[in-house]
C-alpha cells in the first residue's frame, strides 16, 4: 500500500489514512478475540463419547451373491445386487466374511472395492461403506493443478488461502461451538480472521484489496444485522431436522445462533467475491483511463456490478434448489398446496437465508465501488467537467475511431473519402 501513496491526490490520501484507522483496529480486535476464544478442546472431547467402535480400512477380494430373503408386504424389495456374502481383506492381513449390506439405500459392492470396516469390541466386523479416500486425493491433485496452471502464483496463493480457512473452519469455528461459545460470536470472529487473512494471502497488499476488505465488512455486518432482524420477525428457531434437535438436546447450543453463524459463512463465500471483483475493476478502469474522476468510475464499475449481481442472484436460487431437491421432491409427491411448503420451517429457512444473503450482495456493490472509485480517482469528483455527467462509460466517444472505419486523410477536403480522393487520382 505505501507505493502507491506517492501518486495519490491529497483527498485519496485522507481515504487510505481513514481506510487504515478502520482496518488496523479490526485486525487487532480480531486478533485478540481469536486469542480469547480459541478452544482448548476439553468440552469437545468430554461431549463425544467413546464408542467401543473401531474404523477400518479393508478391499473385498471376493463378492457371492445369493437369494435375498422375501420382503414383508408393503416393504420395499431388496437389491438382487446387495444379497450375499463378501470375502474382504483387512489392512492388518486378517480375512473375513461379512454380509453384503442389503437395506434400503444399500451401496453395491464388487471384488476389487476399497471399504469401510466397523470393528466393535468383540472383534467382529461390519462392512459400512466404500472408501473414498484416493478418488477425493485424486480430485484435489486435479483441482490444484487446474488452479495453479491457469493463475500461477495468484493460484498457488488461493490455494493457501483455502488452506487457512479450513484451518480455522476445523480448528476455531466448529471446536468453538462445541465448546459452548456463543455461535454468532464465534462465527463473526472467524469470518473475520478468514476475511483479513485469505483476501491479502491472495491478492496482496493494495489498496484495491484494502477497499476489498472494507466493502466486505460492511457487507457483512448489514448481512448480519438483517439475518437478526429476519429470523426474529419470521420466527425460526434454527431447528428444521434431526441434526439440529440432537444438537440441541445434548450440547446445549443455541441452534438459531448456530443458524446466524451459518448464513454469516456462507455470506462471506460470496461477499469476497463480489467485493474483490469491484475493487479490481475499478483499478483496472482507472488505470486503463487516468482522467476518470469518482462520478464516470463509479457508473463504470457499477453497471458491472450490476451484470454481476444478476447472475449471482440465480446462482444463490439455485444452489440452495440443488441441495434441497430430495426434500422438495418429498412435497411435490405429497401434493400439498405451495404455501403450505413455502411456510414449512425447512424451506422458509433457505428463503430467510437466501433473502438476507441476497441484499447483502446488493449493497456490497455501491459500497465497495464507492471506497474503491475515491481511491482510485486522480482528481476530485466535484472537479470533473459537467457535460461528462451524460457520458457513460460504453458511450461512443467523438475522438474514438472503429476497428473497421477507414482512417480520415487529415489533407482532405471535408466529405470526401480515400476512395475518391485515388478514383479523382486516375
Known amino acids: 500500500m505505501g ?14 489514512v481513514a481506510g487504515l484507522a478502520v482496518l488496523v483496529p479490526l485486525a487487532v480486535i480480531t486478533l485478540a478475540a481469536l486469542l480469547w476464544l480459541w478452544p482448548d478442546g476439553r468440552e469437545a472431547e468430554t461431549a463425544a463419547a467413546p464408542s ?5 480400512t479393508g478391499t473385498i477380494t471376493g463378492v457371492q451373491l445369493g437369494r435375498c430373503p422375501a420382503a414383508s408386504e408393503g416393504a420395499p424389495q431388496p437389491d438382487p445386487a446387495t444379497c450375499g456374502n463378501a470375502v474382504v481383506r483387512a489392512d492388518g492381513g486378517e480375512v473375513v466374511t461379512l454380509r453384503l449390506p442389503s437395506g434400503p439405500g444399500a451401496q453395491r459392492f464388487a471384488a476389487g472395492d476399497d471399504v469401510i470396516l466397523l470393528r466393535d469390541a468383540d472383534g467382529e466386523y461390519q462392512i459400512s461403506d466404500h472408501d473414498r479416500t484416493a478418488p477425493l486425493w485424486m480430485f484435489g491433485a486435479a483441482f490444484a ?29 466448529i471446536p468453538g461451538i462445541l465448546e459452548g461459545e456463543p455461535p454468532l460470536l464465534v462465527a463473526i470472529v472467524g469470518a473475520a480472521a478468514i476475511m483479513l487473512t485469505v483476501l491479502y494471502l491472495t491478492h496482496g497488499f493494495s489498496l484495491a484489496t484494502s477497499m476489498a476488505v472494507l466493502g466486505t465488512l460492511a457487507s457483512l455486518t448489514l448481512t448480519g444485522l438483517l439475518s437478526y432482524g429476519a429470523l426474529g420477525f419470521a420466527r425460526l428457531n434454527g431447528i428444521t431436522d434431526d441434526s439440529a434437535l440432537m444438537l440441541d438436546m445434548s450440547l446445549k447450543i443455541d441452534t438459531q445462533g448456530l443458524l446466524l453463524a451459518s448464513i454469516i459463512i456462507g455470506a462471506l463465500g460470496v461477499l469476497d467475491d463480489v467485493t474483490v471483483t469491484q475493487a479490481v475493476t475499478v483499478a483496472e478502469l482507472a488505470h486503463a483511463n487516468p482522467s476518470y474522476g469518482f462520478a464516470r468510475l463509479y457508473r463504470a464499475a457499477g453497471r458491472i456490478g450490476r451484470a454481476h449481481i444478476a447472475s449471482v442472484i440465480n446462482t444463490i436460487i439455485l444452489a440452495y434448489a440443488g441441495a434441497s431437491l430430495p426434500l422438495l421432491l418429498l412435497f411435490s409427491i405429497g401434493q400439498q398446496p405451495l404455501g403450505e411448503v413455502l411456510t414449512t420451517p425447512v424451506i422458509a429457512q433457505e428463503i430467510v437465508r437466501s433473502i438476507v444473503g441476497t441484499l447483502g450482495l446488493i449493497a456490497a ?22 457535460e461528462e455527467a451524460h457520458d457513460g462509460f ?24 480515400a476512395r475518391h480522393r485515388r478514383r479523382a487520382r486516375t
Open 3 to 16: 507505493a502507491d501513496h506517492a501518486h495519490l491526490p491529497p483527498s485519496s490520501r485522507r481515504t487510505v
Open 52 to 56: 467401543g467402535v473401531q474404523r477400518v
Open 145 to 173: 493443478l487446474a488452479v495453479i496452471a491457469f493463475g500461477r502464483w495468484r493460484g498457488v496463493t488461493a490455494l493457501v488461502g483455502l488452506a487457512v480457512t479450513f484451518v480455522l473452519l476445523l480448528t476455531f469455528v
Open 365 to 386: 456493490v455501491p459500497i465497495t465501488t464507492a471506497l474503491a472509485a475515491l481511491t482510485a480517482s486522480r482528481h476530485h469528483p466535484e472537479e470533473e467537467p459537467a
Open 394 to 417: 460504453f458511450a461512443p466517444h467523438e475522438e474514438r475511431q472503429d476497428l473497421f472505419t477507414p482512417r480520415q486523410d487529415a489533407s482532405a477536403p471535408p466529405g470526401r473519402s
